[in-house]
């Protein structure tokens, strides 16, 4: 078992940038997919960024070039740096983890469902 805790959402304005953490409670193997999802009200979970091994991510289209998720194993936790945010980033952000994807982890727009472990999510809020 894998508790993952998110933290860091927040209210910004746009163009504004936010830090996302999410710790995990024991150590997460190289092996592991860690993924960043978001969700806004009445739409489905969205990938966001994922990471495999350590240092292989991808990312939706939609945060490409202003989003970067990174991986420190030492503290057991990924991050979601996010740069110039837009109000349609607003949205609950949610850290999942999985130990069994491999390669396929890097196809961040496939469905959320299969991941294993999530966390309970981090709200952020841009505003114009």
């Known amino acids: 078992q894998v508790q993952l805790v998110e933290s860091g959402g927040g209210s910004v304005q746009a163009g504004g940038s936010l830090r996302l953490s999410c710790a995990a409670s024991r150590y997460i193997s190289g092996s592991y997919c860690m993924g960043w999802f978001r969700q806004s009200p009445g739409k489905g979970r969205e990938g966001v960024a994922v990471?495999?091994?350590?240092?292989?991510?991808n990312y939706a289209d939609s945060v490409k070039g202003r989003f970067t998720i990174s991986q420190d194993n030492a503290k057991n936790t990924v991050y979601l740096q996010m740069n110039s945010l837009k109000p349609e980033d607003t949205a609950m952000y949610y850290c999942?983890?999985?130990?069994?994807?491999?390669?396929?982890?890097?196809?961040?727009?496939?469905?959320?469902?299969?991941?294993?472990?999530w966390g309970q999510g981090t709200q952020v809020t841009v505003s114009s």
């Open positions: 999942a983890a999985d130990p069994s994807l491999g390669p396929a982890c890097l196809r961040v727009s496939a469905s959320a469902g299969r991941f294993q472990y």
């Open positions: 990471i495999w091994r350590g240092t292989t991510t």
